[in-house]
């Protein structure tokens, strides 16, 4: 399945810091639970392995069975994932991760904070999708300043953010 928009910018950073990244990998679900459990992204580096669920309509969801599912997919992924890839036994543990939209005016009984509280409450790391970007833009930057004219062989949504940033569609961030 090709990577959506999120999920694409989430494997660039990813990358840019240096991880190897696997991008939407399936698992079978034990027999009798039917269906499939996909990884959106599974990143590792030198000191830690990172599977990351990316979410672009988190900010309508977030009712009980859609946490129930994620914690699922977390378990089902994580049951498996030593067993297809053996190399990656030699971490501990995996972190969980999950990347999506914040809401402009979150309410304090929203879909936000329900996602906030159910993140703290299994230890999964909550990342708001706009602090990504502001991140991948600097980097992108720093790695391709204008002045060098060179865009670099950096692919899809990097490269467009590069694109992008020269040609001054995207404001310098405020210091």
Request: glycine share 6%.
């Amino acid at each position: 399945m090709a990577l959506n928009w999120l999920e694409e910018v989430v494997s660039q950073w990813y990358k840019l810091r240096g991880y190897i990244v696997i991008e939407n990998e399936d698992f079978p679900t034990p027999k009798g639970k039917g269906g499939r459990a996909e990884a959106d992204i599974i990143a590792f580096d030198k000191k830690e392995l990172v599977q990351v669920e990316c979410k672009t309509y988190w900010g309508t969801s977030s009712k009980e069975k859609e946490l129930q599912q994620l914690r699922q997919k977390f378990q089902l992924v994580q049951e498996q994932i030593f067993d297809r890839y053996k190399f990656l036994k030699q971490y501990k543990s995996i972190k969980k991760t999950v990347v999506t939209g914040r809401a402009d005016n979150p309410r304090p009984i929203g879909p936000w904070s329900r996602l906030q509280a159910f993140c703290k409450k299994e230890k999964i790391e909550l990342i708001e999708i706009n602090t990504i970007i502001e991140e991948l833009i600097r980097e992108l930057r720093h790695e391709y300043p204008k002045s060098k004219g060179i865009v670099g062989k950096k692919e899809g949504i990097a490269r467009f953010l590069i694109h992008l940033t020269h040609n001054h569609f995207l404001k310098r961030p405020q210091k």
